[in-house]
């Protein structure tokens, strides 16, 4: 499930949404977006992971999370 870091990680403007975001809870919001809309993507490819995330709230808030602080590590050791 390393895949969708890296998916947000390559998508410039999800990324510079993050970084420009005013504060961590707004950034995390766009994070979190992002991951839903990748998750539908991988719908038909990853059904066994995108059925635990559709169905799962703690796994799904604990994947967001996970996704975020990968996504805000990486911007704060390049700043």
């Keep these: 499930m390393n895949q969708i870091p890296a998916d947000i990680k390559a998508d410039a403007q999800t990324m510079d949404t993050i970084n420009t975001s005013p504060d961590k809870q707004n950034a995390k919001i ?47 050791d390049s700043a």
Aim: glycine share 0%; net charge positive; proline share 0%.
């Design 30 to 76: 766009s994070s979190d977006k992002k991951v839903d809309k990748l998750m539908q993507q991988y719908m038909m490819t990853q059904t066994e992971i995108f059925k635990k995330y559709s169905t799962d709230k703690d796994f799904k808030r604990r994947y967001q999370e996970f996704v975020f602080e990968t996504l805000w590590q990486a911007q704060q």
